[in-house]
């Protein structure tokens, strides 16, 4: 099934008879600077991770070695000597395994050196022909060089750097792409417009081959203190606007400008900036104290400490897409016949499309449409969820009452997992935009509530399965719910989805006493 085909049929199964029951949705948002929206409207790349990309060029070395080497056996010595001998594969794989150690060595596994081409060519070739000189001791010293194809060991030699230089060329042209796409740029905010701002900006600035772009700063104060731009980056307003500007463009690091010294300072912007997905890490090129290298991360040159960091990146972010698709797309494929049974007994229930479409939260507070089998009367819907659910309450439909009290209701969001690709298998359920506890909001109920939406959302999650679903009638509730989420985050890994998967049956049928 196409993506295209999939979005179509859900649409098709909602739209129709959806629109008399929607209720209007108004979208909460801070008032940006002229400046800061000047930022929000340009055109923003998706990014991509230099970790990964270094990972995967490590990758293309060993095979594109290992194919030349085995090419050249199979193509040459094979015919000659008329018998498959294991010396040769093995040391194929032994020269390629020992070649990518030696780049690494060498460090030229970096984006920045990508990019050129003189200095990785150089550093390239000096460790290629290491490698091969040191199996040539090797080989020597261990007396089975006269079994080994000179020819072969020279064609190895020669045709193994003509392939890496060729893969580089072709490297360098797509990172330059990318780089001049802005996909490994890493978008950066400065906290503070005075001095000590601006300096920091300049030796950002300074750096050949950096990746920092800095989109502006921001700054609470108003006095002669505060500058309007610093070395040529503008301020784009206050640190409140930092949420809603990171959440309506792409922000990959916050860094503060401000002194150790400023402690108090510092920590009131970080109780409102930690919901953030970014990294936020605080500058130490101006402070006199000073503390191990080791404590410190750095931006070319620039001392940094970490405060906070994004969770699930580089290459968590690519296995849990592979576990999302794949376990997602098995799970569909299973799902299907219950899908059918359902979507049968809600149509024969009550008049009404099969399907619910509902605005909720997703990754970074982005607003998603998220699917589930209707189990309300469809002139009684509440597509914003101003209203909360509650036991026996009048516009659950029969059917309604069994897939919500099981869960059934979810499994559409299967789709969006495999299709949309706007959640996942597992992680912090998705609350409804106007999820309420009272008269309240949910982010007005508890503190950090968006710091849940630092990952992407899940059709199941840690909560769940420890019981917190269903209605939410009072604050423990919700506060246990964002405890659970937040513990889930910092401790994610796949085996953790996976626990957390293989027990998601076994709590709907012993853990469901809130579900309505």
């Known amino acids: 099934m196409e993506p295209l085909n999939a979005r179509s049929m859900l649409d098709a199964a909602t739209s129709a008879a959806a629109k008399p029951a929607d209720q209007p949705f108004v979208e909460r948002r801070r008032r940006l600077s002229p400046a800061a929206l000047d930022v929000v409207n340009q055109k923003v790349a998706r990014a991509y991770s230099p970790v990964v990309i270094a990972g995967f060029v490590r990758l293309a070395d060993f095979v594109l070695l290992s194919l030349v080497g085995i090419a050249l056996y199979v193509g040459y010595v094979m015919p000659l000597s008329g018998a498959f001998s294991w010396i040769y594969p093995a040391e194929v794989v032994a020269v390629a395994v020992a070649a990518v150690v030696c780049f690494q060595a060498a460090d030229i596994y970096q984006v920045q050196l990508f990019r050129g081409q003189l200095r990785q060519m150089t550093r390239m070739i000096s460790s290629w022909s290491f490698v091969f000189l040191l199996f040539i001791g090797i080989s020597f010293f261990a007396k089975y060089g006269s079994e080994i194809s000179r020819l072969w060991l020279a064609a190895f030699y020669f045709l193994g750097l003509a392939a890496l230089m060729a893969e580089r060329l072709v490297l360098r042209a797509l990172v330059r792409g990318w780089a001049r796409q802005g996909r490994l740029d890493r978008r950066t905010i400065i906290v503070g417009s005075d001095s000590n701002g601006e300096q920091l900006v300049e030796a950002l600035k300074a750096q050949e081959d950096s990746d920092i772009h800095v989109l502006g700063v921001f700054d609470d104060r108003n006095d002669s203190r505060a500058l309007d731009t610093c070395a040529g980056a503008r301020k784009l307003g206050k640190v409140d606007d930092i949420v809603e500007f990171a959440r309506r463009t792409r922000v990959d690091l916050v860094l503060f400008a401000l002194p150790i010294s400023a402690e108090t300072r510092i920590l009131e912007m970080l109780k409102k900036l930690w919901v953030l997905p970014v990294d936020i890490r605080l500058s130490a090129h101006n402070n006199k104290l000073r503390f191990r290298p080791r404590s410190y991360s750095y931006l070319g040159e620039v001392p940094t400490l970490d405060v906070f960091e994004a969770p699930i990146t580089d290459w968590d972010l690519v296995m849990k897409w592979l576990f999302d698709r794949v376990v997602g797309g098995l799970a569909l494929l299973a799902a299907l016949p219950v899908m059918g ?147 889930y985050i910092e401790n994610w890994s796949v085996l953790f989805d996976l626990v957390i998967l293989l027990k998601t049956p076994i709590s709907l049928l012993t853990k469901n006493e809130n579900a309505y």
């Open 341 to 487: 049974l359902v979507a049968l007994a809600v149509k024969l229930d009550s008049p009404g499309p099969v399907l619910f479409r509902q605005k909720r939260f997703g990754f970074n507070n982005e607003r998603i449409d998220v699917y589930k089998f209707r189990s309300m009367y469809h002139h009684q819907a509440d597509p914003t969820a101003s209203k909360v659910v509650t036991k026996n309450d009048p516009r659950v439909t029969r059917v309604g009452r069994f897939i919500r009290k099981t869960s059934l209701d979810e499994l559409p969001q299967l789709f969006n997992v495999v299709f949309a690709g706007n959640l996942s298998l597992v992680g912090p359920r998705p609350h409804a935009v106007q999820g309420k506890l009272q008269s309240r909001l949910f982010d007005e109920a508890v503190d950090g509530y968006f710091a849940r939406h630092r990952v992407k959302p899940g059709i199941t999650g840690w909560a769940q399965i420890n019981g917190w679903r269903g209605e939410i009638d009072n604050e423990e509730k919700i506060q246990k719910r964002v405890e659970f989420d937040l513990y």
